[in-house]
């Protein structure tokens, strides 16, 4: 039976402006997967700890995603999914993404890598089409590819990998509330006026050119979202005391990850990302909810292999 345990990064989408576009890769928060070939013709999923999910293929994001590969795959194979849960569903950094593009990450590996990672971007999607109603593919392509990654178009499916700059350094707060990825949809509107729409692909640009550039002031400025954010974040308790502690304490920017509640900031160098971090808590505290505080690099590799 070959088998692969893996780390599987959590993830930060939308980055403010780029709402179910933008993404960027953890590197010190995670899953663990153990992913194994079986002569069963069977999907199992055959281990869950850490977290209280569905077994059933059908319900689990991990099962679904692997279905999709291996429709394309044609031959009939079996796998075997353990998950090891660190990265809290509802989270809003890429619970669900871990699990389906970690599980169609592990089952390419043991085939020989079949597939490409748009491929396996596509996969996982039907898994995040599972969770949320939606496939996006804003936490699954950086959880993929690593790195930054850019969803320029859906249909076909286009993912440009972006430039990190070697010293930004995020920290994330995750209030210990559920916010459901579909709830968070559900208070956003489908119109946008053309003025916010310009003020947001105005930020969108130059996020990608301070990426490129090298230019943490222009990342900085750009870290903005007139569109989604205003209208989300009352879902978060204390996002805007919590937002201006961060901006105050040298933080580039400062927004929700993903569908919330958890909170992100980008920052230059970890000295200041510290500083960042212990203002955040400091202000989550007068809350009185429990919540965990995370610093991380931009992790460039996506998915790492812990055992073969
Ligand atoms: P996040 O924003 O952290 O990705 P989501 O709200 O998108 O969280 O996804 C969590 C939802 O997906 C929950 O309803 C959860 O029960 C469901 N789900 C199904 N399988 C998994 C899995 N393997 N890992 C995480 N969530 C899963």
Redesign the pocket.
């Known amino acids: 039976m070959k088998s692969v345990h893996i780390f599987v990064p959590?993830t930060i989408?939308n980055l403010s402006c780029g709402f179910d576009v933008l993404g960027a890769c953890l590197d010190t928060i995670g899953?663990e997967m153990k992913i194994s070939l079986t002569d069963t013709s069977e999907i199992r999923?055959t281990k869950?700890e850490g977290?209280?999910?569905?077994y059933d293929v059908d319900?689990?994001?991990?099962?679904?995603a692997v279905m999709a590969l291996l429709k394309a795959y044609k031959k009939k194979i079996g796998v075997d999914i353990e998950?090891y849960?660190n990265?809290?569903?509802?989270?809003?950094?890429?619970?669900?993404?871990?699990?389906?593009a970690g599980?169609v990450w592990g089952v390419n590996y043991l085939l020989g890598n079949p597939f490409s990672i748009l491929e396996l971007v596509a996969f996982a999607m039907e898994?995040?089409k599972?969770?949320?109603g939606n496939a996006h593919a804003d936490?699954v392509a950086p959880a993929l590819f690593g790195g930054f990654t850019l969803v320029r178009s859906y249909a076909p499916l286009d993912i440009i990998s972006l430039p990190v700059p070697k010293e930004l350094i995020a920290t994330v707060i995750h209030p210990q509330i559920?916010?459901?990825?579909?709830d968070?949809r559900a208070v956003i509107k489908q119109n946008v006026s053309l003025q916010k729409a310009i003020q947001q692909w105005g930020n969108i640009g130059g996020l990608v050119s301070g990426l490129f550039m090298n230019d943490y002031d222009l990342i900085s400025r750009s870290l903005e979202d007139v569109i989604i954010e205003p209208l989300r974040s009352i879902l978060i308790p204390s996002f805007n005391e919590v937002k201006n502690m961060a901006n105050k304490s040298g933080a580039l920017g400062c927004g929700i990850s993903?569908?919330?509640p958890?909170i992100f900031t980008l920052n230059k160098g970890m000295k200041t990302a510290k500083k960042v971090a212990d203002a955040m808590e400091n202000e989550y505290q007068k809350t009185g909810l429990d919540f965990d505080i995370h610093i991380s690099k931009i992790n460039t590799t996506g998915i790492k292999i812990i055992k073969n």
Do not use: R
């Open positions: 959590a989408a899953d999923i869950i977290a209280k999910l569905p319900k689990n994001v991990a099962g679904v998950i849960k990265i809290k569903a509802g989270s809003g950094i890429g619970s669900s993404a871990a699990s389906s599980a898994g995040e599972l969770a949320s936490n559920e916010v459901k990825t579909a968070a993903g569908s919330g958890s």
